[in-house]
């Protein structure tokens, strides 16, 4: 179906704006405080709500530093941040409300635009709490702008990492992305090669204890591929992808089956979870993970990333490469 004028089909929900067009639908959610689906060509690309992330998993160097200790406040914060603000644009119109119900009632099932841009401020579970922004920024082509930016403050302690994360319904079968090869990290970019690669499955690194792992830094561009969903009734005859594209600047990523949370709660490998979700963060900003030893050298100081300063970072979700 095509939309008025090649427009974005816009639907005011009692508590969800609607974003429709050929082969997409997006629902950003008031409650959930994100959002909630993403759906091209049919497909859900979103089995949770993307949220702001500030922790990476331990390496034992952050352990030998104690680093893991004296910034435990972001694990709480990456995993518990409350949504407290949203504003909804609409072709530069800001509603002074947010149109939920009964404001709602005021529009059609036939409303129309061109870009709509809809805000999410967070607080981090921090003390003091310092806010963080995820902005959405829809084109009537379906692709999705989203910007982030965290609020620095000298009173919290550095940071392990700055990104967003989204959790996918099913695993993927692999992923491809423009960047640097390997594995690396911003104190370890040597012996990397610039290029396009493809990864297959969500290979995590065998450490004996599990830890951070699977980092890519200076990615342009990453395309991840599905093959399964979880509608037992999806009879898939193909792959299909979703992709992700730099705007400014590189973004780093790491593409895994797990949370850091679900890494930090094994002490070995083998008490990992079954592989079921894909679990993508894109970030803007990372701490170096050291190595210099493990009993006690911190990160050289250019790889720190203290809390007082601002971090911004942006990217695009598209539907085609």
């Known amino acids: 179906m095509a939309y008025a004028n090649n427009q974005l089909h816009v639907i005011y929900g009692d508590g969800t704006l609607g974003l429709g067009g050929d082969d997409f639908h997006y629902i950003f959610s008031y409650e959930r405080g994100g959002l909630e689906s993403l759906v091209t060509q049919g497909k859900e690309w979103l089995y949770r709500t993307p949220t702001p992330v500030f922790w990476r998993a331990t390496t034992d160097n952050d352990r030998g530093s104690g680093f893991s200790t004296k910034s435990a406040q972001w694990y709480a914060a990456d995993m518990f941040s409350t949504c407290e603000k949203i504003s909804v644009t609409v072709d530069d119109k800001t509603f002074d409300q947010l149109p939920v119900a009964p404001f709602n009632n005021q529009f059609s099932d036939e409303e129309y635009a061109d870009v709509v841009e809809i805000a999410y401020t967070y607080a981090t579970n921090t003390v003091p709490s310092t806010p963080v922004e995820i902005r959405y920024t829809v084109k009537a082509s379906g692709q999705i702008k989203v910007t982030v930016h965290f609020d620095g403050n000298a009173d919290l302690p550095d940071l392990p990492a700055f990104g967003i994360r989204f959790i996918m319904p099913t695993a993927a079968t692999g992923f491809d992305y423009t960047g640097l090869s390997g594995e690396t990290y911003p104190d370890r970019l040597a012996g990397a090669t ?42 898939i005859t193909q792959p299909f992808e979703l992709n992700f594209n730099k705007t400014d600047s590189d973004f780093a990523f790491s593409c895994l089956p797990y949370t850091p949370e679900e890494l930090e709660s094994a002490t070995h490998i083998e008490e990992l979870p079954l592989k079921r979700r894909t679990v993508l963060t894109i970030y803007g900003a990372v701490r170096g993970v050291g190595g210099i030893d493990s009993w006690g050298t911190d990160v050289e100081e250019q790889y720190h990333l203290p809390a007082k300063n601002d971090y911004d970072f942006s990217f695009t979700i598209d539907l085609d490469k």
């Not at 290979?203 to 204890?209: C, F, G, I, M, R």
């Not at 830890?211 to 890519?216: A, D, K, L, T």
Request: hydrophobic share 35%; aromatic share 4%.
């Open 194 to 235: 610039a290029g396009t690669f493809h990864v297959d499955g969500l290979p995590v690194t065998k450490y004996l204890v599990p830890q951070e792992c699977g980092m890519h830094m200076n990615t342009s561009a990453l395309t991840v591929t599905r093959e399964k969903t979880l509608n037992n009734a999806d009879h």
